[in-house]
C-alpha cells in the first residue's frame, strides 16, 4: 500500500511547484524570448554553470530513479558504464563537435545536415524520425517511470497526477522557452543532487557501511530463491556483481559492446541528439560551451554513488520485493510478472527517509521527470518549427515561428496523455535494458551520419541518406524481433525459442553489425555518386570550422537580423511612436506566446554581418582555452581511475 506522507511532505512538495514555477515565470520575463533565437537557443547568453547544469538535469530523469536503480539492483555495478562512458562523449560534445555546429550557423541538428550536405530529405527524415522517438520513447519511458514512482507514494488517480505534471511542465515551456527551461533545470539539478546524496548517505550508514555493502549484496535473494536455489537461479544476485567490465559472452554487458556499441549509442544521445546540443548552442561563446559541457561530464560522475548503490542497498533491504523471482510473486508484488526492480529506489525512500525528506525525494522525482520533459518539448518543437513547419512555409514570420513552437509543444502533451495506458500496459521488467536495447536499434545509423559528415568530405547526400536508410530498416527488424520474441521470465521454466539473432547476440553487439552496415553503405554509395564542390563545404566539416567564408549556399533565413529588423525606427513625435492601448486578452496572447509588436529600428546591412558573425563565432581567449582543457582533463582522469579501479 502506499504510503502516506506527512504534512512536511506535503509542504516539501508544494513549495518546490511554487519555486519552479516562479523561477519559470521570471525566466519567461526576460529578454531573448520574442525571437527563433531567443525561444529556441535562449538567445545565446547563458553561461557555463547553467548549460552543464541543464545537459545533466535533462538527462536524470525518472528512468534513472527507476530504470537505471532497478538494473543495478538487478545485477550490480555493471550499469555504471553507460554513466560514465558518458564522461569521455560530453568532453567530445564540447572539443569536437560545437565548434563546427556553432561556425555551420545551424540552430538544430537536421539543419546542420541540410547545411552540410544540401537537398532536403536528410533533414526532413530526421526532424520526422525524432519527433516520432520523442513521443514514443523519451516521453513516455519519463512518464511510466513517475507513474511508479508515484504510485508507491501516493496512491492517488495515475492520470490526474500525469496530466498535472505535463500540465505545468507545458506551461513554462511553452511561455520562456529555453530560457525557461534551462533556469529551471538549474534549480532542478541542485534538488536532485541534494535529494539523493541524502539517501545515499542515510542507506549506506543503515547498510553498515562499504564493506557491509558488499558483501550482504552478495548474498541478497528472496526467501523462495534461497530455498530453491536449483530452480531459481536468476533470482540469485550475480557473481561479478562487483565488476564493470563483464566478460564478452557471459556478461549482461559484454565488454566489447561497451566499447565499441556503446560508444555508437553514446554519441548519438550526446553529441547528435538535439535535447544536448541545444544547451550548449545556447551558450554565449564557444568557452562557456565548453565549460557546461566539461561540467555536466563531471556531474556525470556521480549517479553510480547516487542511483547504482542506492538501489543494490534496496536489494539488500527488501529482497522478498525487489528480488523476487517467481512471476506470480512478483505480479502480486508490483503488478510486473518480469521483475519488481524497477521499485527497488522508491521502497527505499518511503521506508529510510524520514519525514520531511520523503517529500523532497518526491520533489526530486518531479524535477527528474519534469526537467526531462521540458528538454524533450523545447527541442521536438525546435525541430519541427524549424526544419519541418519551415519547408513549407518559407516565409513564415517571427510571431508565425514562436505561435507554431509552442502549439507543438501543446500538441506533444496531448500525445503523452493518450500514451499513458499504453506504457502502463507495456512490459517494465528492466526498464533501463528496455531503453537501451531500443537505441541500439536506431541511434548507430544516425550516429555514423554525423560522424562522415563531420570529418570525411568525400560523404554525399546520397550515401548519407541511403545510408541511413538502410541501416534503419535492418535496426528496425532487430527491434520489431525484439517486441515479438521476448525473453522467457525468470522461473517461469519457459523454454527459450528466440531466434539466434536475439538469443546469441547482445544488443550491444548489435550495435557494432549495424554501425558496419552503415559505414558500408554510407562509403560505398558516396564512392559511387559526385561529392560535393570544396566551395560548398566551408564552416561545415571539422577540417572547414575555421574558414572564414560561408558556403556557396548557406541560408540566411533563421539569422539574428529577423523581420523586425526591416521594421522602421518611427519618428519620436509621430503617431507610431505612441504606446498602443491593448486590450487584457491581447497583452496575455502576445506575452504567452513570446510577441513583442513594438516597432524596432532597421539594421543596416553592416550591422546585420556583424551579428552573423557573433553567431557563428568559435574563437576563444587563451586563458578559458586552458582551464577549460586542464578540467576537462581532471574529469577524464578521475573517470579513467574509477573505471580501473572497479574492473
Given at each position: ?503 546469441e547476440v547482445h544488443f550491444l553487439h548489435f550495435a557494432i553489425i549495424l554501425s558496419a552496415v552503415s559505414i558500408i553503405s554510407t ?125
Open positions: 500500500m502506499p504510503a502516506l506522507l506527512a504534512v512536511w511532505d506535503y509542504a516539501a512538495i508544494v513549495g518546490y511547484f511554487v519555486l519552479v514555477l516562479a523561477v519559470g515565470i521570471w525566466s519567461s520575463c526576460r529578454p531573448h524570448r520574442s525571437s527563433a533565437t531567443g525561444y529556441f537557443l535562449a538567445g545565446k547568453t547563458m553561461h557555463w554553470f547553467p548549460v552543464g547544469a541543464s545537459i545533466f538535469a535533462s538527462n536524470v530523469g525518472a528512468p534513472m530513479f527507476i530504470g537505471l536503480a532497478g538494473t543495478a539492483a538487478a545485477s550490480g555495478f555493471s550499469c555504471a558504464i553507460y554513466e560514465w562512458h558518458a564522461v569521455y562523449l560530453l568532453i567530445a560534445l564540447g572539443w569536437v563537435f560545437v565548434p563546427v555546429y556553432v561556425s555551420s550557423g545551424a540552430f538544430t541538428m537536421p539543419e546542420y545536415l541540410k547545411k552540410r550536405f544540401g537537398g532536403v530529405r536528410l533533414r526532413i527524415y530526421l526532424s520526422v524520425f525524432a519527433f516520432v522517438l520523442y513521443v514514443l520513447t523519451k516521453i513516455s519511458s519519463e512518464i511510466f517511470s513517475g507513474a511508479i514512482f508515484m504510485q508507491q507514494f501516493l496512491g492517488w488517480n495515475l492520470y490526474a497526477c500525469i496530466a498535472v505534471i505535463l500540465l505545468v511542465t507545458g506551461v513554462y515551456t511553452i511561455v520562456g522557452g529555453l530560457t525557461a527551461v534551462i533556469y529551471t533545470d538549474t534549480l532542478q539539478a541542485v534538488i536532485l543532487l541534494i535529494g539523493a546524496t541524502t539517501l545515499f548517505i542515510i542507506t549506506l550508514v543503515d547498510v553498515g557501511g562499504w564493506y557491509q555493502f558488499m558483501d550482504k549484496y552478495a548474498h541478497a535473494a528472496s526467501n523462495l530463491t534461497l530455498s530453491n536455489p536449483e530452480n531459481y537461479t536468476c533470482g540469485l544476485p550475480r557473481q561479478d556483481f562487483m565488476h564493470v567490465w563483464r566478460d564478452a559472452v557471459t556478461g549482461d554487458i559484454p565488454w566489447p559492446g561497451a566499447v565499441f556499441g556503446l560508444t555508437t549509442i553514446g554519441l548519438w544521445v550526446w553529441c547528435n541528439d538535439q535535447m544536448m546540443v541545444q544547451r550548449c548552442l545556447s551558450a554565449k561563446n564557444i568557452s562557456h560551451s565548453k565549460g557546461g559541457s566539461v561540467f555536466a561530464a563531471a556531474l556525470k560522475i556521480t549517479p553510480f554513488f547516487l542511483w547504482i548503490v542506492p538501489g543494490m542497498i534496496s536489494r539488500i533491504m527488501f529482497p522478498d520485493e525487489v528480488a523476487c523471482a517467481d512471476p506470480a510473486t512478483c505480479k502480486a508484488v508490483c503488478g510486473n510478472e518480469a521483475g519488481c526492480s524497477n521499485i527497488a529506489y522508491p521502497l527505499l525512500v518511503l521506508r529510510k527517509m524520514p519525514t520531511g525528506l520523503r517529500g523532497i525525494m518526491l520533489a526530486a522525482l518531479l524535477a527528474a521527470l519534469m526537467s526531462s520533459l521540458t528538454s524533450i518539448f523545447n527541442s521536438a518543437s525546435s525541430m519541427f518549427t524549424m526544419d519541418i513547419w519551415t519547408r513549407y512555409r518559407r516565409k513564415a514570420s517571427q510571431k508565425e515561428l514562436m505561435v507554431v513552437g509552442r502549439v507543438c509543444v501543446l500538441v506533444l502533451v496531448a500525445l503523452s496523455i493518450v500514451w499513458i495506458p499504453v506504457m502502463e500496459s507495456s512490459q517494465g521488467g528492466q526498464l533501463w535494458t528496455y531503453l537501451q536495447t531500443v537505441a541500439s536499434c536506431i541511434s548507430p545509423p544516425f550516429c555514423w551520419v554525423f560522424l562522415m559528415a563531420l570529418f570525411w568530405k568525400r560523404t554525399t547526400e546520397q550515401g548519407a541518406f541511403w545510408g541511413l536508410v538502410i541501416s534503419t530498416c535492418v535496426g528496425v527488424v532487430r527491434m520489431v524481433l525484439e517486441f515479438v520474441y521476448p525473453a522467457p521470465l525468470c522461473g517461469s521454466f519457459q523454454p527459450d525459442t528466440r531466434p539466434l539473432v536475439l538469443k562509403v560505398g554509395i558516396s564512392l559511387l555518386t559526385t561529392p560535393r564542390p570544396p566551395e560548398k563545404l566551408h564552416r561545415v566539416t571539422w577540417w572547414t570550422r575555421d574558414d572564414t567564408t560561408d558556403p556557396e549556399d548557406s541560408e540566411s533565413q533563421y539569422d539574428s537580423g529577423d523581420e523586425n529588423n526591416d521594421v522602421e525606427k518611427p519618428e519620436t513625435n509621430s503617431p507610431a511612436a505612441e504606446p498602443k492601448r491593448r486590450s487584457l486578452k491581447v497583452y496575455l496572447y502576445n506575452w504567452i506566446c513570446g510577441i513583442d509588436d513594438t516597432p524596432k529600428p532597421k539594421l543596416t546591412v553592416e550591422e546585420k554581418l556583424i551579428i552573423k558573425k557573433k553567431m557563428k563565432d568559435i574563437g576563444e581567449d587563451p586563458f578559458s582555452r586552458k582551464i577549460t582543457a586542464f578540467v576537462a582533463i581532471c574529469v577524464a582522469a578521475i573517470t579513467t581511475f574509477l573505471l580501473g579501479f572497479f574492473n
